[in-house]
């Protein structure tokens, strides 16, 4: 089971225990350009680690700067995220 409903498991998670979340971008989908620009619009609120996944997979994770962390704030920041990387896709 996946800790966002309607994603499979493996593509999205949250740690509460070290106050983070991460997404495994697909960059066939999505260029560096756009997770790049998802990132940087991310950089006010989260600190934003990019690292290679697998061939042709980056883990983007997000650990936001502000407290309280729960895990519906995580949640939160992975969706607005993945909006984010769609809209940076899509320009």
Same mark, same amino acid.
């Given at each position: 089971?996946?800790? =966002?409903? !309607?994603? %499979?498991? +493996?593509?999205? +998670?949250?740690?509460?225990? &070290? +106050?983070?979340?991460?997404?495994?971008?697909?960059?066939?989908?999505? %260029?560096?350009?756009?997770?790049? !620009? /998802?990132?940087?619009? =991310?950089?006010?609120?989260? #600190?934003? =680690?990019?690292? $290679?996944?697998? %061939? +042709?997979?980056? $883990?983007?994770?997000? &650990? %936001?700067?502000?407290?309280?962390?729960?895990?519906?704030?995580?949640? &939160? #920041?992975? !969706?607005?995220?993945?909006?984010?990387?769609?809209?940076? /896709?899509? $320009?």
């Amino acid at each position: 089971m996946s800790d =966002f409903e !309607g994603i %499979p498991s +493996g593509i999205a +998670g949250v740690d509460t225990s &070290s +106050g983070s979340a991460w997404i495994l971008v697909d960059e066939v989908l999505y %260029p560096l350009d756009a997770l790049y !620009g /998802a990132a940087y619009v =991310f950089i006010d609120r989260c #600190h934003v =680690f990019l690292d $290679r996944a697998g %061939p +042709g997979q980056v $883990r983007v994770t997000l &650990s %936001p700067k502000a407290a309280p962390v729960d895990s519906a704030v995580l949640r &939160s #920041h992975v !969706g607005e995220f993945a909006n984010e990387l769609l809209s940076c /896709a899509w $320009r």
